[in-house]
């Protein structure tokens, strides 16, 4: 079976809806307070962090969102699903508190592993203190406890069936549906492993929802109407930052870009802060782990208590620790810096300045640290929307986007983007893009093929993601046949590939040939997914690479074309010999070496000359084919 033919296309069928242009993009409407979804259950919006969960709704007498707090007082559960000898589960401040005791049976950062291979992770295996199952495949990676396997899916639904408990001890009322919070960058994968932990934890995942856009909607930005704002969303969590730029117009939310560094945090912070602390005590042995455990929680606290004091003192085995925060802001300058580079990267992706944003979100933990929101503050030039509890604002904000859900607030419409580019493989290993990088979702795009081959009864359809121009050095999501297209010439059957983006992220190819009706339609669930540095990487590569690429993809297509060339006048030469003298033969075969010859040479320029050549010289000939054919049918053979 052949790749799909792209050039045939290009000449004879325009395509019928490329992708939409930017400026229609943003009108895909979403009517997301549909019949069906009014209801009266309580639906309640929930962060699934990496560090910290939490669960939240709006209040029916306020309509102000509000964090569930359980009798502990505590509105976070810790992220830790720790699993007892018989394999019970306890999750939360509980689990967190066997780190030390049982750390591998102890199971942090659940999040980072949602969506991965283990050839995703491979290169941070070893910083888990638990067992992560090397099958050496690109399937779904599961970690070991005891005798049993557990998918991030299955730890991430713990965790989920702790907030649900919780909440539904809190509120009276059992709760069987929410919207789930994720990171911008999080791409299919990630998002369809979440939606099924939260299936799998009982709950009706109504929406799938970005954190910066929950974060948003939790300080009332855009809800109302004929408002437009452009806002940048600063998430420092524990183990992750990421920033995105939004865009608001009459309601309707639009991620413009994203960028972040999926190991960078406050746990960054505590290891600086730990290591300042070694070096006032007297050397202990490196693997004494509860030691380092004991002055990992020091510098947390250490930590928290500067963002709001001065000067830090305490005590580990009878010795005197001190920090001040002028040492502290010295110890995490680099970390911070780092996050502004983002900041610059992802309005440089949105093409804007600082001075366009008009209001900029404090998000996680983190940005509790003053130096943080200082350094914020004055690389945007603007004051900061830091008054919510920057841990639960994105909770908070997914809990207003389920009471829109419910039907009690107005209609909202919430748009997303895809971070890499989606397109299929061509001829010659080319990747054609159908909806390019940063497009708003939902979307779709389509566009039509045909074949290469005459009675070619099957095609290829290879789905990537990535900014190459070769799908080599992209990523492949799924590639099906689409098979049964009945015997046609070359270039004949007409096959429509659409791209469908839903609402969720959630990515549907379809394959229709148009003569015959037959058909096939997958939904992409790739197997394992990015992180967000592959991403940066990759895109990265497409720029550094980008002159490679136009060399490579203008070679590749010159080869395509020559080579279907040759087969075309090689046919000709069999099908006409008798009416071609030997010298004519002789002449076109040369030639046809020399295209050949070029091909082999792999030089562009060369095969493009050879080609025009051999057609010069094969043109009369085919002409006066063409004529005498048509002379045939002139005496009337055909017409009765
Ligand atoms: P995540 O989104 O990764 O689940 P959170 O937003 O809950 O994480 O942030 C957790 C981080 O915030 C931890 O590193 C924690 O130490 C840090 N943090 C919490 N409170 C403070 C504070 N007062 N000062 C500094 N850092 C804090
Ligand atoms: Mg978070």
Known sequence: MKALSKKNLVKHIQPTFAPKSKKNMGKVAINIATGS?????????????????????????????????????????????????????????????????????????????????????????????????????????KVQVNDKFYTPIDLSAEILRELKKRGEHILKTSITKAVITVPAYFNDAQRQATRDSGKLAGLDVLRIVNEPTAASLAYGLGVSADEEKTIAVYDLGGGTFDVSILHIINGIFEVYSTHGDTYLGGDDMDRLVADFFKKQLPSKDEHDKKHLQELRLKAEEAKKYLSNNEFFESEIDGQKILINKEQFNSLILPLVERTLNSCRLALKDATLTPDKIDAVVMV??????????????????????????????????????????????????????????????????????????????????????????????????SVFQGERDLVQDNRKLAEFNLTGIPAMPAGLPKVEVSFLIDADGILKVSAKELRSGIQQTIEVKPQYGLTDEQVEQMLMDSLTHAKDDIATRALVEATTEATQMLETTETFLEKHKDMLTEEEVNITMAKMKDVTQAIFNKNKNLIQKEMETLNEVSRPFAERVMDAALKDAMKGKKIV
């Open 364 to 461: 996680g933990g983190s940005t509790r640290v003053p130096l943080v929101k200082e350094k914020v503050k004055s690389f945007f030039g603007k004051e900061l929307f830091d008054q919510l509890n920057p841990d639960e604002v994105v909770a908070l904000g997914a809990a207003v986007q389920a009471d829109i859900l419910a039907g009690n607030n107005t209609e909202m419409l919430l748009l997303d983007v895809t971070p890499l580019s989606l397109g299929l493989e061509t001829m010659g290993g080319l990747m054609d893009v159908l909806i390019p990088r940063n497009s708003k979702i939902p979307t779709k795009a389509g566009r039509q093929y045909t074949t290469q081959k005459d009675g070619q009864g099957g095609m290829r359809i």
């Open 37 to 141: 979804l009014q209801t009266k259950d309580t639906i309640v919006g929930i962060d699934l962090g990496t560090t910290n969960s939490l669960i939240a709704i709006v209040r029916e007498d306020t309509k102000a969102p509000i964090a569930l707090r359980e009798i502990d007082g505590l509105t976070l559960v810790p992220s830790i699903v720790y699993f007892d000898e018989f394999n019970n589960p306890l999750v939360g401040t509980a689990a967190r508190e066997k780190l030390i005791e049982a750390p591998e049976r102890t199971i942090y950062s659940a999040k980072r592993l949602m969506g991965k291979s283990y050839k995703d992770v491979s290169e941070h295996a070893a910083s888990f203190a638990y067992k992560i199952i090397d099958d050496n495949t690109d399937s779904l990676l």
